[in-house]
């Protein structure tokens, strides 16, 4: 009923930036919120950033005064600005949210990952 469709990783030397970006698409009557998730090689999948629908921000403490994150919700789309990136930020970043659909209150949606690597 909803997915998620994310752009933007790639290859970038440390110090570098990124931007990503993440589309729900589907049946969707509201966002309550989106944000983003990382999962490096051998480690456990933690949160990044999260924004809920009324703008407050959320981040882990890795990328405080690093990354920003913002949403469009006329576009039902959410973005993550990566600015200077370090080698430990390389990860799977998935997009994910939390929707109110038909049948569903809080449906919880996954991206597919998109690959960031950050080379030193």
């Known amino acids: 009923q909803v997915q998620l469709v994310e752009s933007g990783g790639g290859l970038v030397q440390a110090g570098g930036s990124l931007r990503l970006s993440c589309a729900a698409s589907?049946?969707?009557?509201?966002?309550?919120?989106m944000g983003w998730y990382r999962q490096a090689p051998g480690k456990q999948r933690e949160l990044v950033a999260s924004?809920?629908?009324?703008?407050?921000?959320n981040y882990a403490d890795s990328v405080k005064g690093r990354f920003t994150i913002s949403r469009d919700n006329a576009k039902n789309t959410v973005y993550l600005e990566m600015n200077s990136l370090k080698p430990e930020d390389t990860a799977v970043y998935y997009c994910?949210?939390?929707?109110?659909?038909?049948?569903?209150?809080?449906?919880?949606?996954w991206g597919q990952g998109t690959l960031v690597t950050v080379s030193s």
């Open positions: 994910h949210a939390n929707v109110w659909s038909r049948g569903a209150l809080g449906l919880e949606v």
């Open positions: 924004v809920i629908s009324g703008g407050t921000t």
């Open positions: 589907g049946i969707i009557f509201r966002i309550n919120n």
